[in-house]
């Protein structure tokens, strides 16, 4: 079966680091993009950073663009998000997730499979 396993998650100060991990397994074939969203309660899932596992090309939310990083370790099946510079405006749930193509769709309706999330806060 498929499965995705994210940590990291935690509380940090503005102007802090936090490094999200995420381990999937249950695939015969390397899913073609993972990407990262996130949910406050009440609003949309939003999409923060992408990454096609062919190439490691990444796409990012404008709102993270420039301070998030998403890369991956082909070898761990793991893609993490290196987030640095954060804002309050941060704190979220933040999923990984499968997506199909080559992230050519990156909206939440696309995804295939979630994680179960891990909560990141970031006071003022």
């Known amino acids: 079966q498929v499965q995705l396993v994210e940590s990291g998650g935690g509380s940090v100060q503005a102007g802090g680091t936090l490094t999200l991990s995420c381990v999937y397994s249950?695939?015969?074939?390397?899913?073609?993009?993972m990407g990262w969203f996130r949910q406050v309660s009440g609003k949309e899932r939003e999409g923060v950073a992408f990454?096609?596992?062919?190439?490691?090309?990444?796409y990012y939310g404008d709102s993270v663009r420039g301070r998030f990083t998403a890369s991956q370790d082909k070898a761990k099946n793991l893609v993490s998000l290196q987030m640095n510079g954060l804002e309050p405006e941060d704190t979220s749930m933040y999923y990984c997730?499968?997506?199909?193509?080559?992230?050519?769709?990156?909206?939440?309706?696309?995804?295939?499979?979630w994680g179960q999330g891990t909560q990141v806060n970031v006071s003022p």
């Open positions: 997730a499968v997506l199909p193509d080559m992230c050519s769709a990156r909206r939440p309706d696309q995804v295939g499979y």
């Open positions: 249950g695939y015969t074939y390397r899913p073609s993009c």
């Open positions: 990454v096609v596992t062919g190439d490691g090309k990444t």
